[in-house]
Nanobody
Framework: QVQLVESGGGLVQAGGSLRLSCAASGSIFSINIMGWYRQAPGKQRELVATITSFGRTTYADSVKGRSTISRDNAKNTVYLQMNALKPEDTAVYYC?????????WGQGTQVTVSS
């Protein structure tokens, strides 16, 4: 089992920045890909960014150029730095980890961007 705990969400004005953190514990040796998804009210959960254990990254087009995902393997933590935030970035952000046999999700952290 893997446990994921997110932190760093909050309320920010448009144009501002936030850094989300996700600490993994448990059977972390099984994790390859970690990342972030988000879900806005009334919408489906969507990919934001992912990073492999080797540091290969992918981003949704909606955040590309404004966000950076990084990973500290020694601390078993993944980060999402979000800049130039827009009201449409408002959502619950979920940390995600892909193990060898299943996926894991954090409890989510709310990000609200005011206009």
């Amino acid at each position: 089992q893997v446990q994921l705990v997110e932190s760093g969400g909050g309320l920010v004005q448009a144009g501002g920045s936030l850094r989300l953190s996700c600490a993994a514990s448990g059977s972390i040796f099984s994790i390859n890909i970690m990342g972030w998804y988000r879900q806005a009210p009334g919408k489906q959960r969507e990919l934001v960014a992912t990073i492999t254990s080797f540091g290969r990254t992918t981003y949704a087009d909606s955040v590309k150029g404004r966000s950076t995902i990084s990973r500290d393997n020694a601390k078993n933590t993944v980060y999402l730095q979000m800049n130039a935030l827009k009201p449409e970035d408002t959502a619950v952000y979920y940390c995600y980890a892909e193990g060898t046999t299943r996926s894991y999700w954090g409890q989510g952290t709310q990000v609200t961007v005011s206009s």
